[in-house]
């Protein structure tokens, strides 16, 4: 089992940038694969970007096409901490940030429901 503890949400304005980190409990955490979601007022929660271990020994990144470019996720797997590095910030990013983990599986599901441990959140506000 892993806890999960997201930090570094804030209010920016348009075009800045952000960095979430999730903190996770657990000596196993280098077993986990690891995404973030985020949910807007009124919408589902929605795949952001996920990080899993790959059969070449690295670890392969996926992210939802708008994001793509901008925003980079990162793990230090020494200090059981997973990053979301978010540029080119926009209004329609706007949302709670959740960080999310589940047991290694041979591919990254975009679906929230497949994902068996969560954080708090943490809110993002990008002003326009």
């Known amino acids: 089992q892993v806890q999960l503890q997201e930090s570094g949400g804030g209010l920016v304005q348009a075009g800045g940038s952000l960095r979430l980190s999730c903190a996770a409990s657990?000596?196993?955490?280098?077993?986990?694969?690891m995404g973030w979601f985020r949910q807007a007022p009124g919408k589902e929660r929605e795949f952001v970007a996920a990080?899993?271990?790959?059969?070449?020994?690295?670890?392969?990144?996926e992210y939802v096409d708008s994001v793509k470019g901008r925003f980079t996720i990162f793990r230090d797997n020494a200090k059981n901490t997973l990053y979301l590095q978010m540029n080119s910030l926009k209004s329609e990013d706007t949302a709670v940030y959740y960080c999310?983990?589940?047991?290694?599986?041979?591919?990254?599901?975009?679906?929230?429901?497949?994902?068996?441990?969560w954080g708090q959140g943490t809110q993002v506000t990008v002003s326009s």
């Open positions: 990080t899993r271990w790959s059969s070449d020994s690295t670890y392969y990144a």
């Open positions: 657990g000596r196993t955490f280098s077993s986990y694969s």
């Open positions: 999310a983990a589940v047991h290694h599986t041979g591919v990254i599901d975009y679906a929230a429901k497949k994902w068996d441990y």
